[in-house]
C-alpha cells in the first residue's frame, strides 16, 4: 500500500494537473502551490438517528 493520498483536484484553486512533490506532497501546476493530503482521524458517529442531522443552529441559520 502505498503511503500517498491521491487527489482528484487541487484544494486551491481545483486544477486536475497535479504532479508528485518530495515523498508525501502533491504539485499543482495550475496555481503552484505544493500540498499535503493527510488523514486526522476518525470522527465519532451520532449516538441516535435523531442527531445524525444537523440543526438550524449548527448549520449557520436562526435557532
Known amino acids: 500500500m502505498s503511503s500517498r493520498a491521491v487527489p482528484y483536484h487541487c484544494p486551491y484553486c481545483g486544477e486536475t ?4 512533490h518530495e515523498p508525501t506532497g502533491w504539485e499543482c501546476r495550475g496555481c ?32
Open 17 to 20: 494537473d497535479l504532479w508528485p
Open 32 to 63: 503552484r502551490r505544493a500540498f499535503k493530503v493527510e488523514l486526522l482521524g476518525l470522527t465519532r458517529r451520532p449516538s441516535s438517528a435523531s442527531s445524525t442531522h444537523p440543526t438550524a443552529n449548527e448549520e449557520g441559520g436562526a435557532s
